[in-house]
């Protein structure tokens, strides 16, 4: 790894960081949400509305797959 590597690593990690401070109640739900949620079969739906008001939603079907990639992405955060 790079040291150029090394500082965007650490830029994101300080972005996250800032994430949680400014919305301290998501990273609740996401956890409760992966101890009780995850299994293949659950249907993830996102909404997401503009400030003027326009709404785009997606949905997706968990698969074996992406439950292996949740856990991944779990552990990389203890």
């Given amino acids: 790894m790079n040291l150029n590597q090394i500082a965007m690593l650490q830029k994101f990690k300080s972005s996250i960081?800032?994430?949680r401070n400014n919305h301290p109640k998501f990273?609740?739900?996401?956890?409760a949400v992966s101890q009780d949620a995850l299994t293949e079969g659950t249907v993830i739906e996102?909404?997401?509305t503009s400030p003027e008001?326009?709404?785009y939603t997606s949905n997706i079907k968990l698969k074996a797959d992406d439950i292996e990639l949740m856990k991944m992405i779990q552990q990389m955060n203890p």
């Avoid at 990273?27 to 956890?31: D, H, I, N, R, W």
């Fill in 27 to 31: 990273p609740l739900f996401v956890k």
């Fill in 53 to 55: 008001g326009k709404n």
């Fill in 17 to 19: 960081d800032q994430f």
């Fill in 46 to 48: 996102i909404t997401v």
